[in-house]
């Protein structure tokens, strides 16, 4: 198994960033619960954040080439915006979790459209940290 875990705009300020809605948990913190749980299970786990839209593309089409097989994204502020990170996510064909730490669907409604969510296999979306690594067990354990 090669996992590729996508972190969009202002989620490296995890922790300090509006702590009331997306909680304490560091970026850091997540990330290290995240390899702990690949590493057990023997799977390649790689992990991108990225403020910038290009990057986070690109990286997403190298996925198309580099053995990934599964993809778990917070595309974050990006979620409701990018039709142009919707699309690449479209053209690796790759089956994907789409992740958000609150539940932007009780939140202002123009955070309650997702370009995403009707190409992915699922959605979690209000559980916090935990989203991650519920998407993550169910990515090691899909076939
Ligand atoms: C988010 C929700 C988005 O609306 C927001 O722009 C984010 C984070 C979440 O994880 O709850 O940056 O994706």
Do not use: C, W
Request: no cysteine.
């Amino acid at each position: 198994k090669h996992i590729l875990v996508i972190h969009g705009p202002n989620l490296n300020l995890l922790g300090k960033r509006e702590p009331e809605i997306y909680g304490k948990t560091t970026l850091n913190d997540i990330n290290k619960k995240l390899h702990e749980m690949a590493d057990a299970a023997k799977a390649k786990l790689d992990v991108l954040q990225s403020n910038s839209e290009g990057i986070l593309i690109d990286r997403i089409q190298l996925a198309m080439q580099d053995g990934t097989d599964f993809i778990i994204i917070n595309p974050a502020g990006l979620t409701h915006t990018s039709i142009t990170l919707r699309d690449a996510i479209a053209a690796t064909g790759l089956p994907f979790i789409e992740i958000h730490l609150s539940n932007i669907y009780a939140r202002e409604p123009y955070r309650q459209k997702s370009f995403f969510s009707d190409l992915a296999i699922g959605v979690i979306s209000g559980l916090g940290a935990k989203g991650y690594e519920l998407a993550l067990q169910y990515a090691l354990t899909k076939q």
